[in-house]
């Protein structure tokens, strides 16, 4: 097994064991466990992303973004040169309220077969910022390699 392999299968255990610590209802961690784990074989994973609320995720593959939503028992794959992102940012509202959102950022896929990415993280806290920050860095060093 090739070094990138090795690599990918670490990442795939990384995602499964934080998959593994959040509270989920047990048939969606079988899903993941079972069913997801059986199609990813020995994808080679560049980085994970999870909503622990929801459960949903995202495997970033080297030309591809794979979404995992449990709910629905559904996983849609969208080549990464479809993904988009956009980033909003409104500076001039110093003060953050419940209801005004001052940082978001959207990766999103339109794909032919009108099957839609739309994975958004968003605050209304100053102090959130600089993680969501990192967070879009990520997302758009990833698409722009």
């Not at 495997?59 to 980033?87: A, D, E, G, T």
């Amino acid at each position: 097994m090739g070094t990138e392999n090795q690599l990918g299968q670490l990442h795939i255990q990384d995602f499964l064991d934080e998959i593994a610590k959040l509270d989920l209802d047990p048939r969606i961690q079988a899903w993941y466990t079972i069913d997801v784990t059986a199609i990813l074989g020995d994808a080679n994973i560049l980085h994970h992303e999870i909503n622990d609320e929801t459960g949903c995720s995202l495997l970033f593959l080297p030309k591809s973004i794979i979404h995992f939503c449990p709910n629905n028992r559904k996983m849609q794959h969208y080549p990464k040169h479809l993904v988009h992102c956009f980033v909003d940012h409104c500076e001039e509202n110093q003060y953050s309220t419940e209801n005004n959102t001052i940082y978001s950022a959207e990766m999103f896929s339109i794909s032919p077969s009108d099957e839609h990415l739309n994975w958004l993280v968003q605050t209304n806290s100053e102090r959130d910022v600089p993680q969501l920050q990192a967070k879009t860095a990520r997302w758009l060093s990833y698409l722009n390699t």
